[in-house]
Nanobody, 126 residues
Framework: QVQLVESGGGLVQAGGSLRLSCAVSGRAFSIYPMGWFRRAPGKARECVAA????????YYSDSVKGRFTISRDNAKNTMYLQMNSLKAEDTADYYC???????????????????WGQGTQVLVSS
């Protein structure tokens, strides 16, 4: 069983920054792909960033490319999403996701992920 706990959400003004964290327990961390998703009010959940098992390949949605950066710290078993130049349209609940495919590739497909965090809310005021 894998447990994911997000933190770092909150209220920020447009143009500001936040860093989301996702602490992972229950599985070796450094050999699995992971991703960040978000669900904005009235919209479907979408992938904003993801990486393959060794971070040699990353994915960013067009809406966040150049502003968000996905990373991880193997020593802390934690994945991060650095969000800069935030916009009102980034307001959403953000979820981290874990894929139980050892040495797996990058995927933005929701169905490819097996475990999800509880979500953390990001509110960007304009």
């Amino acid at each position: 069983q894998v447990q994911l706990v997000e933190s770092g959400g909150g209220l920020v003004q447009a143009g500001g920054s936040l860093r989301l964290s996702c602490a992972v327990s229950g599985r070796a961390f450094s050999i699995y792909p992971m991703g960040w998703f978000r669900r904005a009010p009235g919209k479907a959940r979408e992938c904003v960033a993801a990486y393959n098992w060794n971070l040699e390949n990353t994915y960013y949605s067009d809406s966040v490319k150049g502003r968000f950066t996905i990373s991880r710290d193997n020593a802390k078993n934690t994945m991060y999403l650095q969000m800069n130049s935030l916009k009102a349209e980034d307001t959403a609940d953000y979820y981290c996701a874990f894929r139980t495919r050892r040495y797996g590739g990058t995927t933005y497909l929701e169905d490819d992920y097996d475990y999800w965090g509880q979500g953390t809310q990001v509110l960007v005021s304009s």
